[in-house]
């Protein structure tokens, strides 16, 4: 690789993702995850008399990134073709006397397995805290909108209004869903094994539920209750298929921005540096919500990768190498580009600019039709029959001249049963939304408490 970075090949290397989680995917990173869980193990055995205690300390300070250098490992792998067998061998050489010990009972699963718990374990408190922060963006934005009337849309078209501060709650809700989702899973997530060969533990005797207790107790994460030779990869596709579900709430939330940002419709944008940031190369006037888009398109390439961990469930017997490979590439991928895309979406929502002089706009253009529902209901309520009220009232907003207020205040029909003024009142944007305000209130109040959490 050369100093200007031109022979970067994967764009995950320097356009997308943040250099703090790609670093937990690193080589090194990898490393010294696995020299972990084999110290652990040494020390889990030294305890129960397994292997000699100086055996287990020198292994110890052996276990690590000074130590286990990663071009030892590599050199060794060359020869060997056999990953975790170069990661003891370079281990063993560093350990002193203490070095025929390494890997004592173990087989290589016992260590990338747990390596991958913790791997996983700390991708997940990652992915919290961004789920965290967008949940907290979205109800600080939703609370300051809470009376906020807007335009509601069903089928692409005006339904009845809306506050844009409940829109906004909703989307904090499925955020918080997720968040709950995640703590769910990690128990099931985050588990290693210590279980020799197929799982039996053969190879560590009668000390077999111990050492894997012990070594699982330290490095701070569970165990397969019932492994083979690995994790169940069941618990792999569960996680993926989280990280989808999150990718399609993360395109739902962007596509929103990107359908409310556009020309017609105006009523927000997503952060624009007015003084440099550049919307088109032709269109000087461009101001394009190239953030959302972004998320938008990484977010359907997140949902693309739970499908091989589903594939990869399906094993010959007590275990192959078929999820191997492709789990090197899709789990550091996913996990990357869905903090990427929370962090990003984060920032939209942060810095969303809201035009509630054009959301009232929009309502009143249509002059008065979207609020048809307080009509409907009112109208029943003063002795006219649902059916009849309904079509009253479809025949009031068909095209026409002037607006619904004008043609419904001069209706024989509506004025048989309401006053000018009361039919002015139902048409009152402001008064429609309190019922959102309420409502948005009270769910930002249970989405507060359990973001504290």
């Given at each position: 690789?050369?100093?200007?970075?031109?022979?970067?090949?994967?764009?995950?290397?320097?356009?997308?993702?943040?250099?703090?989680?790609?670093?937990?995917?690193?080589?090194?990173?990898?490393?010294?995850?696995?020299?972990?869980?084999?110290?652990?193990?040494?020390?889990?055995?030294?305890?129960?008399?397994?292997?000699?205690?100086?055996?287990?300390?020198e292994?110890?300070?052996?276990?690590?990134?000074?130590?286990?250098?990663?071009?030892?490992?590599?050199?060794?792998?060359?020869?060997?073709?056999?990953?975790?067998?170069?990661?003891?061998?370079?281990?063993?050489?560093?350990?002193?006397?203490?070095?025929?010990?390494?890997?004592?009972?173990?087989?290589?699963?016992?260590?990338?397995?747990?390596a991958?718990?913790?791997?996983?374990?700390?991708?997940?408190?990652?992915l919290?805290?961004d789920?965290?922060?967008l949940?907290?963006?979205?109800?600080?934005?939703?609370r300051?909108?809470?009376?906020t009337?807007?335009?509601?849309?069903t089928?692409?078209?005006?339904?009845?209004?809306?506050?844009?501060?409940?829109?906004i709650?909703?989307?904090?809700?499925?955020?918080?869903?997720?968040r709950?989702?995640?703590?769910?899973?990690?128990?099931?997530?985050?588990?290693?094994?210590?279980?020799?060969?197929?799982?039996?533990?053969?190879?560590?005797?009668?000390?077999?539920?111990?050492v894997?207790?012990?070594?699982?107790?330290?490095?701070?994460?569970?165990?397969?209750?019932?492994?083979?030779?690995?994790?169940?990869?069941?618990?792999?596709?569960?996680?993926t298929?989280?990280?989808?579900?999150?990718?399609?709430?993360?395109?739902?939330?962007?596509?929103?921005?990107?359908?409310?940002?556009?020309?017609?419709?105006?009523?927000?944008?997503e952060?624009?540096?007015?003084?440099?940031?550049?919307?088109?190369?032709?269109?000087?006037?461009?101001?394009?919500?190239?953030?959302?888009?972004?998320?938008?398109?990484?977010?359907?390439?997140?949902?693309?990768?739970?499908?091989?961990?589903?594939?990869?469930?399906?094993?010959?017997?007590?275990?192959?190498?078929?999820?191997?490979?492709?789990?090197?590439?899709v789990?550091?991928h996913?996990?990357?580009?869905?903090?990427?895309?929370?962090?990003?979406?984060?920032?939209?929502?942060?810095?969303?600019?809201?035009?509630?002089?054009?959301?009232?706009?929009?309502?009143?253009?249509?002059?008065?039709?979207?609020?048809?529902?307080?009509?409907?209901?009112?109208?029943?309520s003063?002795?006219?029959?649902?059916a009849?009220?309904?079509?009253?009232?479809?025949t009031?907003?068909?095209?026409?001249?002037?607006?619904?207020?004008?043609?419904?205040?001069?209706?024989?029909?509506?004025?048989?049963?309401?006053?000018?003024?009361?039919?002015?009142?139902?048409?009152?944007?402001?008064?429609?939304?309190r019922?959102?305000?309420?409502?948005?209130?009270?769910?930002?109040?249970?989405?507060?408490?359990?973001?504290?959490?």
């Amino acid at each position: 690789m050369t100093d200007d970075g031109a022979s970067l090949f994967c764009p995950l290397e320097f356009r997308y993702g943040r250099e703090s989680v790609r670093d937990l995917f690193s080589r090194g990173a990898r490393l010294a995850r696995a020299l972990r869980v084999e110290a652990a193990l040494a020390r889990a055995e030294a305890g129960l008399g397994m292997i000699p205690a100086d055996a287990a300390k020198e292994i110890g300070a052996a276990a690590d990134l000074n130590h286990v250098r990663l071009e030892r490992v590599d050199e060794l792998e060359r020869s060997l073709r056999h990953d975790v067998m170069a990661i003891t061998r370079a281990l063993a050489e560093v350990s002193g006397s203490g070095g025929r010990w390494v890997h004592y009972g173990a087989t290589s699963a016992d260590i990338t397995e747990t390596a991958l718990a913790l791997e996983l374990k700390e991708s997940a408190e990652i992915l919290r805290e961004d789920l965290t922060a967008l949940g907290r963006a979205l109800t600080e934005l939703a609370r300051k909108h809470r009376a906020t009337p807007e335009i509601g849309r069903t089928h692409g078209q005006h339904g009845v209004p809306i506050s844009f501060g409940y829109k906004i709650a909703a989307a904090a809700a499925e955020v918080v869903r997720h968040r709950r989702r995640l703590d769910e899973l990690l128990p099931r997530l985050a588990v290693g094994k210590i279980a020799g060969a197929v799982g039996t533990g053969a190879g560590f005797g009668a000390h077999a539920n111990e050492v894997e207790r012990r070594v699982m107790q330290e490095l701070g994460v569970g165990a397969d209750e019932a492994p083979t030779q690995i994790v169940g990869r069941d618990r792999i596709a569960e996680f993926t298929n989280f990280l989808a579900l999150v990718a399609a709430t993360a395109e739902r939330l962007s596509t929103e921005v990107r359908n409310l940002q556009r020309t017609e419709i105006a009523e927000v944008a997503e952060p624009f540096d007015e003084a440099k940031q550049v919307g088109s190369s032709t269109m000087a006037q461009k101001r394009n919500p190239i953030v959302s888009e972004n998320v938008t398109s990484l977010a359907r390439l997140v949902r693309a990768f739970a499908l091989p961990p589903l594939e990869n469930m399906v094993q010959w017997h007590e275990r192959d190498l078929a999820n191997s490979a492709n789990e090197r590439i899709v789990l550091p991928h996913a996990i990357v580009l869905t903090d990427d895309l929370l962090t990003k979406l984060t920032e939209v929502y942060r810095g969303l600019r809201v035009d509630t002089e054009r959301m009232a706009a929009e309502i009143a253009r249509s002059g008065g039709a979207a609020m048809t529902e307080s009509l409907l209901l009112a109208l029943t309520s003063k002795g006219l029959a649902r059916a009849e009220a309904h079509e009253l009232l479809r025949t009031l907003t068909r095209e026409g001249a002037g607006s619904l207020l004008e043609r419904a205040q001069s209706d024989p029909a509506v004025r048989a049963h309401l006053s000018a003024e009361e039919v002015r009142a139902l048409l009152d944007p402001a008064a429609y939304v309190r019922a959102a305000a309420e409502k948005t209130d009270r769910v930002l109040t249970g989405l507060d408490r359990e973001l504290a959490r």
